[in-house]
């Protein structure tokens, strides 16, 4: 499962190339770029699990599963904590959903 992600990570935030050049400049190439990513991290993933269940087929199913949900669960978290921390850091305040310092006018 690390394999497909740092596929997508590669794919969608890559510096060097004009691909990402564009992509960066042009919101629709940055969608379709995205897409597609996804589209084949997708299919990466699966092609792991078949790895996974005919080299080892003595592996329980709900074992393997668990862990693969258990992994994206942490990933999905840190990469939250870290986009907070990113935001907080430069300075751009982070939306709770409860922003007393607004009034109902929206002033």
Not at 2 to 29: I, M
């Amino acid at each position: 499962m690390l394999l497909p992600q740092l596929f997508f990570v590669y794919r969608v935030f890559a510096v060097s190339g004009s691909g990402a050049k564009a992509a960066a400049t042009d919101a629709h190439l940055a969608f379709l770029t995205l897409m597609r990513t996804e589209g084949t991290k997708f299919i990466l993933v699966v092609v792991a699990f078949a790895l996974v269940f005919s080299l080892r087929p003595d592996l329980p199913a709900m074992a393997v599963f668990a862990g693969a949900i258990w992994m994206m669960l942490v990933t999905t978290y840190s990469n939250i904590r870290f986009a907070e921390s990113f935001v907080q850091q430069d300075g751009y305040p982070v939306e709770t959903g409860n922003d007393s310092s607004r009034d109902n006018n929206g002033d």
